[in-house]
């Protein structure tokens, strides 16, 4: 039982001192003049869809949730997030070619009609983020468009 007792405040150690190692927030007040809204006059319907379904993970501004400042919650996020500007960040679209823009453009309509974004894990929490069926068509619709404008 001794033992159980000394692992027990071991972990709370850690726990504590983990949390003065803080993340680096991926945070931005102003929207950029490349970003995908900006070039492509998104409309207004599609445009707020993507915002809050999208934007957090794949734009240079989350919307932080109250649990991201605690240890290790925040270096899940903050890996997560870095991991989905990597892989397509919206305030950077302008700055893409047109053969990675197409090529960004069928993804996102591969992975919406699959249901793999946006992600369980981030629809768990955030609710207003799962898209209808109608959503999906709204936006697969428009994004299709867009791409066909683009070849």
């Known amino acids: ?12 150690v ?10 680096t927030l991926n945070e931005s007040d102003a929207v950029p003049q490349s970003d995908f809204m900006v070039e492509n006059q998104v409309p207004a319907t599609i445009k707020n869809q993507l915002q809050v379904s999208c934007y957090d993970c794949h734009s240079n501004n989350t919307d932080y949730p109250w649990y991201s400042k605690i240890q290790p919650a925040a270096w899940y996020l903050e890996d997560h997030i870095q991991a989905g500007k990597d892989e397509l960040n919206f305030n950077e679209w302008d700055t893409y070619s047109s053969r990675r823009k197409n090529s ?9 009609e699959s249901g793999e974004m946006p992600m369980d894990s981030y629809t768990l929490i955030h609710r207003d983020a799962i898209l209808s069926d109608e959503d999906k068509r709204m936006i697969i619709d428009y994004i299709t468009a867009l791409k066909d404008s683009l070849e």
């Open 1 to 12: 039982m001794k033992f159980l007792k000394i692992i027990a405040w071991l972990a709370l």
């Open 14 to 23: 850690a726990l504590i001192v983990i949390q003065f190692f803080p993340i």
């Open 104 to 112: 960004k453009l069928r993804s996102i309509i591969k992975q919406i």
